[in-house]
């Protein structure tokens, strides 16, 4: 990195989500803007954006910055099957080690996916970023990214329409 660090990096990008998300609650602006804030910020994201819950234990891409993604992936399947099944965030310093994972792109290497709730504690997408360098993301990269999400929990309590909402047991 150009000796910006990764908790200033989150810092400008949670500023800037905060001054250009305020009042939006249409979800495609906002998965598209946060897309686009985030991808632009982390210079080692390869790929950077959203797969929909839509519909039982399906997800479907969503706005994202990068080479084409694939289109569903299953809850059984990759990286982003995992975040979505066990709720949690995924952290893949080499994807080649992770059974199931999706290649997409032949040259990533690691990977975060971070699961997107509304603000009843509902599933409604994760969040996805590859990287082509090994274990790129870290403690900083869960913390910066759950923040961001936590961000977007307010803002996607509106047209819920293009969500199937996914039960989370125990939410
Ligand atoms: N690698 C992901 C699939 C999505 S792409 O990386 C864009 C996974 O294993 O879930």
């Known amino acids: 990195m150009d000796g910006t660090t990764k908790t200033e990096i989150y810092r400008d990008a949670l500023r800037e989500l905060d001054a250009v998300l305020a009042g939006v609650d249409d979800p495609i602006t906002v998965m598209s803007t946060c897309a686009a804030v985030l991808h632009q ?99 900083r990269d869960r913390a910066g990214l759950e923040r961001v999400a936590e961000k977007l929990r307010a803002c996607l309590n509106g047209n819920g329409e293009v969500f199937y909402r996914e039960p989370v047991p125990g939410a």
């Open 41 to 139: 910020r982390l210079a080692y994201a390869s790929w950077t954006g959203f797969y929909r819950v839509a519909a039982p234990r399906l997800l479907r891409i969503g706005p994202y910055q990068g080479a084409l993604g694939c289109l569903e992936i299953p809850f059984d399947r990759g990286v982003c099957g995992a975040a979505a099944r066990q709720n949690a965030t995924q952290i893949v310093a080499d994807v080649h080690a992770f059974p199931g994972h999706i290649a997409c792109d032949a040259a990533a290497r690691s990977e975060i996916v971070v699961p997107i709730h509304n603000p009843q504690g509902e599933l409604l997408a994760v969040l996805d970023i590859d990287s082509h360098q090994p274990a790129a993301f870290d403690e």
